[in-house]
C-alpha cells in the first residue's frame, strides 16, 4: 500500500484518536483498521447505542500504521497556543453567521412546509371558526350561519417565524486545533511487556493475511477475526494470545471450546515461537452424539 500522507493520530490522555472523518474512513477502507467510535453523536447526544467521532485506535492498530508509515502520532496536550483578541472576535463572528444561515434556512424550510399542508392548514381554520360560531350560536350570540366563501388564505411570506434558539444551533467542530504553533510528536512506547509482543505479533501476522480484527473481549479473547469489513461480516475466529511454553489444564481447553461453540466462533490459540513464527490451534466443540 501507497502512503499518500500520513493521518494525524492525537494521542490525548493515552488514547489514540481520530477526530476526522475522511482519516477514519481511509484507515478502514484503505488500511483495514477497524477502531472504535466513542464520541456522542450531536443530535442524540443520550444515548449509546450508535456513537461517532473521535475514533479510539487500539495499541496493536497505533502499533502498525507507524510501522507501516500511515500514520503520525501527535501529543494532543502539547504546542496549543493562547488565543489573540481579534482571533476571538474573528470566530465569534464566524459563529454568528453560521447561526444567522440556519435562522434563514430554517425559515424557508418552515414556509415550504406551510406550503405543502396549506389545504389542510386552511381545512382547519375552517373548522376552528365553524366551532367557534357553534359556541357562540348556543350563547345566543350570533344567529347567522358561517360565510363558506370567507377567505382563509395565508400568505406565507407575512407569516412570523420565530429563530431557532441558539442552543438547538449546530456547531460545527473542528477536527484539528487551528491554533498550535508547532505539532509535538509522541512518545509512543508499546509493546513493552512480553504479553504484548505476543498480542502484536499475532495481530500483525493475522492482518498481513488480510484480515480485519477488532478487540474480542466481549467474547473472551483477545481479538475478534473478520473474513471483510465488520459492518459487513461476522467475525468466523476468537484469537486467544497464549504464550507457548504456558501449561494448559483439559478444563481451559474446555472452557474455551464450549465458549467459541455458544457464540458460533472457532477459537484460534495463538501462540509464538521461538524463531517468531505464530502457530494456530483451532478448537471446534462438537459435543458428543
Known amino acids: 500500500m501507497s502512503v499518500s500522507r500520513p493521518i494525524k493520530v492525537y494521542l490525548q490522555n493515552d488514547k489514540p484518536l481520530v477526530w476526522s472523518s475522511k482519516d477514519a474512513v481511509e484507515l478502514r477502507e484503505e488500511w483495514r483498521i477497524v477502531g472504535c467510535l466513542i464520541g456522542c453523536l450531536p443530535r442524540l447526544p443520550r444515548q449509546n447505542n450508535h456513537l461517532g467521532l473521535p475514533l479510539q485506535l487500539s495499541k496493536e492498530e497505533v502499533t502498525l500504521m507507524l510501522e507501516k508509515g500511515a500514520i503520525i502520532l501527535v501529543d494532543g496536550n502539547s ?50 371558526a365553524r366551532m367557534e360560531l357553534e359556541e357562540k350560536k348556543s350563547c345566543g350570540e350570533v344567529t347567522e350561519e358561517v360565510n363558506e366563501e370567507e377567505d382563509f388564505s395565508i400568505d406565507v411570506d407575512k407569516v412570523p417565524i420565530p429563530p431557532i434558539p441558539k442552543k438547538f444551533s449546530l456547531v460545527q467542530l473542528f477536527t484539528e486545533s487551528p491554533y ?20 502484536y505479533h499475532v495481530y500483525r501476522d493475522l492482518w498481513n493475511q488480510g484480515y480485519f480484527l477488532s478487540n474480542g473481549s466481549k467474547f473472551g479473547g483477545d481479538f475478534l477475526v473478520y473474513p471483510g469489513d465488520p459492518s459487513r461480516f461476522h467475525s468466523h475466529y476468537i484469537a486467544i494470545c497464549i504464550p ?33 513464527t505464530i502457530t494456530y490451534t483451532s478448537l471446534q466443540w462438537t459435543g458428543i452424539s
Request: some cysteine; overall charge negative; charged content about 40%.
Open 180 to 199: 498550535v504553533d508547532e505539532e509535538v510528536p509522541a512518545v509512543w512506547s508499546f509493546p513493552t511487556t512480553e504479553r504484548d509482543h505476543l498480542r
Open 79 to 128: 504546542g496549543l497556543r493562547e488565543t489573540s483578541a481579534q482571533e476571538k472576535e474573528e470566530f465569534d463572528e464566524y459563529r454568528e453567521q453560521s447561526y444567522q444561515n440556519q435562522v434563514e434556512m430554517f425559515r424557508e424550510e418552515r414556509k415550504r412546509e406551510i406550503h405543502q399542508n396549506m389545504g389542510n392548514i386552511i381545512e382547519g381554520k375552517k373548522k376552528k
Open 244 to 276: 507457548h511454553d504456558k501449561r494448559m489444564s483439559a478444563l481451559d481447553l474446555v472452557s474455551m471450546g464450549r465458549l467459541g461453540s455458544n457464540v458460533r466462533k472457532t477459537v484460534l490459540m495463538c501462540s509464538e515461537g521461538e524463531d517468531g
